[in-house]
T-cell receptor
């Protein structure tokens, strides 16, 4: 079954620690995305990637970093520089980044930093 | 003005009624419009997409697009308690350097009462 796998589902970290969220897709999609969702709010774009070894900042990239070494994988690192890291993180993919195709979402990772 | 606006609700309708969810957007160049349903604590799932002016029907769901008024809506006929969720409107942004990325509204919470 094709899809997007995010792990872990829940993640707890102490303030000041970097943490990496995993995202793997087997849909053969070129484009991958990371969104953040806070309670009662819509999705805000952190980073996106159109192709291997290339990625662009979204609207709220500060305090985050990504890599795209393989087509299937797009891990997100939440660094200690991110002021309010506690949130629900969603990884998504689409055939292209042009916006004409719908996004397919993973099940999300809920990060809590104390 | 937000790029994609939705009334956060909650919108409460009785079981069997028609639920009408509305979304306005600011970028006149937008060409692709999506409705996602998100249950509490879960990731968004695609309900409908529409590219052309007019109506598009899929089962109990109808998406309506009016590009002149920059307005897209989702109608849910014969609403069921299982339809209770947050509905996210997403629009691809062509202008202002958005390069086709999807921009999400904050979502409308729908409550269907038995």
């Amino acid at each position: 079954d094709g899809g997007i796998t995010q792990s872990p589902k829940y993640l707890f970290r102490k303030e000041g620690q970097n943490v990496t969220l995993s995202c793997e897709q087997n849909l053969n999609h070129d484009a991958m995305y990371w969104y953040r969702q806070d309670p009662g709010q819509g999705l805000r774009l952190i980073y996106y990637s159109q192709i291997v070894n290339d990625f662009q900042k979204g609207d709220i990239a500060e305090g985050y970093s990504v890599s795209r070494e393989k087509k299937e994988s797009f891990p997100l690192t939440v660094t200690s520089a991110q002021k309010n890291p506690t949130a629900f993180y969603l990884c998504a993919s689409s055939p292209t980044v042009l916006g004409s195709s719908p996004l397919h979402f993973g099940n999300g990772t809920r990060l809590t930093v104390t | 003005q937000k790029e994609v606006e939705q009334n956060s609700g909650p919108l409460s309708v009785p079981e069997g009624a028609i639920a009408s969810l509305n979304c306005t957007y600011s970028d006149r160049g937008s060409q692709s419009f999506f409705w996602y349903r998100q249950y509490s604590g879960k990731s968004p799932e695609l309900i409908m997409f529409i590219y052309s002016n007019g109506d598009k029907e899929d089962g109990r769901f109808t998406a309506q697009l009016n590009k002149a008024s920059q307005y897209v809506s989702l109608l849910i006929r014969d609403s069921q308690p299982s339809d209770s969720a947050t509905y996210l409107c997403a629009v691809n942004g062509r202008g202002s350097g958005n390069t086709g990325k999807l921009i999400f509204g904050q979502g409308t919470t729908l409550q269907v009462k038995p």
